[in-house]
């Protein structure tokens, strides 16, 4: 199938496509904030495979070689489209809300621990983070990049990705929280009903 | 702290397979995308390059061309060392100027003393600026030449030959008659130093 992909064959293209699309439109999602972006970009991501699919040499897996070159393609979008992401702000609103969370924030865990969230939930959570939040904990904890890694790709230092990650986790578990409130709120309701 | 991120990670690591139940359109891709797909159509662009870089006359192709070229630039290196070592090698340009070349009178030995012929005489033009021997206008006598020194200050004896002794017979008296013919030749060296840098 890829050397047939290597050699330009449209029906090998094709089912390459189809195959891998929800997956990398997935990978999309997790790093950008609407779905308009994401299908813009699955579709710029789905040229640059095939264009690149020759540099694949079959060292670990298709799947993760496209994955990469996905990100990659996400990434090189954020950066050129840095301006139009006011994270500067929404950075400043994440610390006010962090703030407050600490003080309650052993105390709701558990009741994250024991809450199920569908795979939507969560890249709903991950969509309202602050960009630099969003990218940094898709890369490490999602994508498993090291922080080395992250520092490269993200041109910021090794420093501040550890950082961002921290804050990142502490906003997540603010939203998880928000969310095991909003479920127990609807629980209650139907209950009542 | 470690711990107890764990479990928010494991969460959120779940979204690393996370396929959205989303329907992939080929055909407008395909419409979208038409002239990047065609161009792939004859094999990617690296793909291309790759199997071309890769493939055994592209290498030989390569290698030959290299050699080619390591020999036109090993003849155009020893060439122009070798122009430059004759340059620092360069000695004195000699010239040999035959100036003046000289037949003496005949003399001839015969008993009845019968008249000899008029000496011949060939003088050939004498370049005064060239630091030359000057003969004097009287060349029957070469030592009386006027000499202009020449750069290795080292003024010429005129060489002397005795050339030829031919034996004729006298037209009137029939009795052989010999014929003593003298060539002196005179040469100058003329030196041109090369200018220096």
Redesign the interface.
């Known amino acids: 199938m890829i050397i047939a992909c290597?050699?330009?064959?449209?029906s090998a293209?094709?089912i390459v496509?189809?195959r891998y699309?929800?997956?990398m439109?997935?990978v999309c999602?997790?790093y950008l904030k609407n779905v308009t972006d994401a299908e813009d970009l699955v579709?710029e991501g789905?040229?640059k495979i095939?264009?690149?699919?020759?540099?694949f040499k079959g060292k670990g897996s298709f799947e993760g070689w496209m994955k990469k070159v996905m990100i990659n393609n996400v990434l090189a979008y954020l950066r050129k489209h840095k301006n139009e992401f006011v994270s500067h702000d929404i950075d400043s609103i994440a610390e006010d809300e962090m703030d407050a969370f600490e003080e309650e924030e052993l105390t709701i865990?558990n009741q994250?621990?024991n809450t199920d969230?569908t795979?939507?939930e969560?890249?709903g959570i991950?969509q309202s983070l602050p960009q630099g939040y969003q990218q940094v904990?898709n890369l490490f904890?999602?994508?498993e990049f090291k922080h080395q890694e992250i520092a490269t790709v993200l041109n910021i230092s090794e420093g501040t990705s550890k950082s961002q990650l921290n804050r990142a986790?502490k906003l997540?578990?603010k939203r998880?929280f928000d969310k095991v409130l909003e479920k127990e709120a609807i629980r209650a309701k139907n209950d009542v009903i | 702290m470690e711990d107890r991120n764990k479990y928010i990670d494991q969460k959120l690591r779940e979204l690393a397979g996370y396929t959205p139940n989303v329907k992939a359109d080929w055909e407008a891709f395909y419409l979208n995308n038409q002239s990047g797909i065609d161009v792939l159509k004859s094999g990617t662009v690296k793909g291309t390059a790759g199997r071309l870089i890769g493939s055994s006359g592209f290498k030989y192709t390569i290698i030959a061309i290299s050699v080619i070229a390591v020999f036109v630039a090993a003849y155009f290196i020893t060439s122009d060392s070798g122009s430059r070592n004759n340059e620092e090698m360069k000695l004195p340009e000699i010239q040999i100027i035959r100036q003046n070349e000289v037949i003496v009178p005949v003399e001839s030995s015969s008993p009845q003393n019968i008249p000899a012929e008029p000496a011949k005489k060939i003088l050939k033009p004498v370049d005064e600026t060239n630091n030359s021997i000057i003969l004097d206008s009287k060349i029957q006598n070469p030592d009386k030449a006027k000499k202009v020194i020449d750069e290795m200050n080292q003024p010429k004896v005129p060489e002397v030959k005795e050339a030829v002794k031919k034996t004729v017979n006298d037209s009137t008296t029939k009795k052989p008659v010999i014929i003593k013919k003298t060539v002196i030749i005179q040469d100058t060296i003329r030196i041109k130093r090369p200018v220096g840098k």
């Open positions: 290597k050699r330009g064959e449209v293209l094709k496509y189809e699309y929800s997956l439109y997935g999602l997790r579709q789905f040229m095939f264009k690149d699919i020759g540099s865990e994250i621990r969230f795979r939507e969560l890249i991950i904990l904890v999602v994508d986790r997540v578990k998880l």
